[in-house]
């Protein structure tokens, strides 16, 4: 004999089955990975930092020396040259800049000019790099800067070719052994800018017109407070 159960029971009846079943696989849902937190020490927040300890100082603007052909050299041979002049018609894009340097050599390969300051451009802070605008006109030379660290030693350190049209800041950062540390407080130490060196490109034999040209603003540099040790060790 056929047992009769009302629709509404079996409707009943699947819904509990259903809601019994569901905590089940709720259960059994995968929980979300929390992704930790981006370290603080991050590349992006040791720059931020890094920018926060360090200034930017004008080491030579070129707005009250005076450069002329005295300040400039270049080893002599036959038909090499070279000229600089302090320049007003159009300084790089920078507040204030009214005067830059500019400079033009008759030169190949091996043909060094040699740009040398009127004075002494001393950096007393702890350096993390050089920079210099420089104004290229597309030539191959290669552009370099002398310095003498703090114990008197020298180091020649490129800024690269000056294969570019326009205003450009070219940067150097200074080696991890150029020293420049104080090493008694009594005796602050500084490094120097001694020169400026410019490689001309050209290795054909040179033509009359076969001139380099271009121009120096804002030299500055990138410098904190040195570190001071406080601690008193006679004890």
């Given at each position: 004999m056929e047992v009769y159960?009302?629709?509404k029971k079996i409707y009943f009846f699947s819904l509990l089955t259903v809601l019994?079943?569901?905590?089940a696989f709720a259960q059994q849902k995968p929980q979300t990975e929390t992704k930790p937190a981006a370290d603080a020490t991050s590349a992006e927040d040791a720059s931020v930092i890094s920018d926060q300890v360090y200034k930017e100082v004008t080491v030579e603007d070129f707005e009250t020396n005076?450069?002329?052909?005295k300040n400039i050299e270049i080893f002599r041979t036959k038909d090499q040259e070279a000229h600089a002049s302090i320049r007003t018609?159009?300084?790089a894009p920078l507040k204030d800049s009214k005067k830059y340097l500019g400079v033009k050599i008759h030169g190949r390969v091996g043909d060094w000019a040699t740009i040398i300051p009127p004075k002494e451009l001393a950096i007393a802070d702890h350096c993390q790099s050089i920079s210099v605008w420089v104004?290229?006109?597309n030539f191959s030379g290669e552009l370099f800067v002398q310095m003498k660290d703090a114990d008197g030693?020298?180091?020649?350190l490129s800024f690269g070719k000056l294969n570019f049209l326009g205003w450009r800041k070219l940067t150097i950062t200074l080696p991890k052994d150029f020293a420049q540390e104080d090493k008694f407080l009594s005796q602050p130490r500084s490094i120097y800018i001694v020169k400026i060196l410019?490689?001309?490109?050209?290795?054909e034999q040179l033509k009359e017109n076969d001139w380099?040209?271009?121009y120096l603003d804002d030299i500055s540099a990138k410098v904190r407070k040195k570190y001071v040790d406080k601690q008193n060790d006679a004890w």
């Open positions: 159960i009302p629709m019994a079943i569901c905590p005076v450069y002329t052909d018609e159009y300084p104004y290229g006109k030693q020298s180091k020649k410019y490689n001309p490109g050209r290795t380099d040209y271009f």
